[in-house]
């Protein structure tokens, strides 16, 4: 069974950090393409980051670029997003994707056939 599940979500104070994780199982990393995702009440599902793991370009949407980074460790088919100096509007749901295939437009949803449940990221002073 194709599974994905995130873990690492929580409360942080504004400017805080976190890194969550993505973790696969029931298929290997290699060739796919890993996005990471959020939704807030009320808003629609928007790309956060992504990553090629066949190249290993990285792909961020405006709002998170120079704060969040997002990496990989084929070792234990992990995808991770380190988010640092986080805001109160970056408190959503995020959820991590998998396609098995290198996409040229990785921030879109509608790419993506697996679906990890999501994890809570609260920031709130």
């Known amino acids: 069974q194709l599974r994905l599940v995130e873990s690492g979500g929580g409360l942080v104070q504004p400017g805080g950090s976190l890194r969550l994780a993505c973790a696969a199982s029931g298929f290997a990393l290699d060739y796919h393409t890993i996005g990471w995702f959020r939704q807030a009440p009320g808003n629609e599902r928007a790309g956060v980051s992504c990553?090629?793991?066949?190249?290993?370009?990285?792909y961020y949407a405006g709002s998170v670029k120079g704060r969040f980074t997002i990496s990989k460790n084929n070792a234990d088919d992990t995808v991770y997003l380190q988010m640092n100096n986080l805001k109160p509007e970056d408190t959503a749901v995020y959820s991590c994707?998998?396609?098995?295939?290198?996409?040229?437009?990785?921030?879109?949803?509608?790419?993506?056939?697996?679906w990890g449940q999501g994890t809570q990221v609260t920031v709130s002073s």
């Open positions: 990553i090629n793991n066949n190249d290993g370009n990285t």
């Open positions: 994707a998998d396609v098995p295939r290198t996409l040229g437009d990785c921030l879109r949803a509608y790419n993506y056939d697996v």
